[in-house]
């Protein structure tokens, strides 16, 4: 057993000082930290691009010049077209958006279904609904977070300047950085240390270029076939389905959702539902049998009931913002703990000395 010394319970109170001091920085520059954040994420997505620019024989350096200004040179282009037509759409809709029409919304399919359905109880899906719209969303809120969308839009310069030029340095000087977490690691756990960050990097890069890809995808076809259907919002609706796709399972439901709802809250009745019903169904189609298969062939090792549970535990502890997280940081857990068991029982890397 070792002998507990002064030097010792030093060495922890230090320890957990500078744990403390990191949490409140990490707290006190919060924004900063999702700024960088994004950036680590773009890193990622663009990384596999820059390198195969560098292995053609381009410069390092040039390449990720040339990637990021087409990403900012798209972005500008969005954001002169496309964002402001979303913008005008979801400004309108979220006039009529609230608990009110979500209800009402909700006992007319009800009345319907239970004229259809006889044995059906009273009540089913009005008080499912609110339930839902209650513990998930905060459809209550949903003044304060329109506003808090124009508040984070108000910091836009500081993002335009910190995430490219963050994203510029992690991928020019990625590697560098990695050796310099690492020489900060005792040789005893260096091997597991870097094989741990390896596959962090490799998981989650496949995790963003996929969802990614897929998102835009979804975004794509469903705008398209909405607009055939119809929908007069078939824009802004497209894009809610693409970014409501990045969570499994209950991305699709909200789809449907989403589009039942505006077809309404447009029409008034239900002469639009069935066409928007069908519209996201193939798009769903699409998802299931083409997009997921070919984007995600290579890089799905979760099981579908442990995604499941997982976007669950996400849901209860963030709401939205948890199911969105939850895989990333379910992926980071699991490799974290795979490797820390694998290189206990390879390596004895945690062997108590005694």
């Not at 076939?225 to 970014?243: E, K, M, P």
Request: charge should be neutral.
């Amino acid at each position: 057993m070792k002998e507990i010394t002064f030097d010792k319970v030093a060495r922890f109170f230090v320890y957990v000082l500078l744990a403390a001091l990191l949490i409140f920085l990490l707290w006190r520059f919060s924004l900063l930290m999702v700024y960088g954040v994004i950036a680590l994420v773009l890193s990622y997505v663009l990384d596999p691009v820059v390198n195969r620019m560098q292995t053609s024989g381009m410069n390092r350096t040039l390449a990720i010049a040339i990637v990021l200004t087409s990403l900012i040179l798209v972005i500008i282009w969005a954001s002169t077209t496309i964002i402001p037509n979303i913008g005008n759409q979801i400004a309108r809709l979220a006039q009529q958006f609230n608990v009110e029409t979500i209800n009402y919304i909700a006992g007319t399919i009800e009345l319907y279904l239970i004229q259809a359905i006889p044995y059906l109880p009273e009540g089913f899906l009005v008080n499912n609904v609110s339930m839902m719209v209650d513990h998930f969303f905060n459809i209550d809120d949903v003044q304060n977070v329109i506003a808090n969308i124009f508040g984070l839009f108000t910091n836009l310069f500081t993002a335009a300047l910190i995430v490219p030029f963050a994203t510029f340095f992690f991928l020019r000087d990625g590697s560098k950085l990695r050796r310099q977490v690492l020489r900060l690691v005792p040789n005893k756990y260096f091997e597991m240390t870097m094989n741990i960050i390896n596959k962090i990097e490799t998981r989650l890069g496949a995790h963003f270029r996929g969802v990614g890809l897929q998102s835009t995808l979804v975004a794509f076809f469903s705008t398209v076939l909405l607009g055939i259907a119809g929908l007069n919002n078939a824009l802004s609706v497209g894009v809610a389905i693409g970014l409501a796709n990045t969570i499994p399972y209950f991305g699709p439901i909200l789809g449907y959702f989403l589009s039942i709802v505006i077809a309404i809250i447009e029409t008034g009745d239900f002469s639009l539902v069935i066409n928007c019903i069908l519209a996201v169904m193939v798009v769903q189609i699409m998802d299931n049998i083409i997009f997921q298969p070919f984007i995600f062939s290579r890089t799905a090792d979760l099981h579908p009931l442990y995604v499941l549970f997982i976007i669950l535990i996400g849901a209860e502890l963030g709401g939205l913002v948890g199911m969105l997280v939850a895989i990333p940081i379910a992926t980071v857990l699991r490799v974290i703990i795979t490797q820390i068991i694998w290189s206990f029982k390879n390596y004895n890397v945690f062997r108590i000395e005694s």
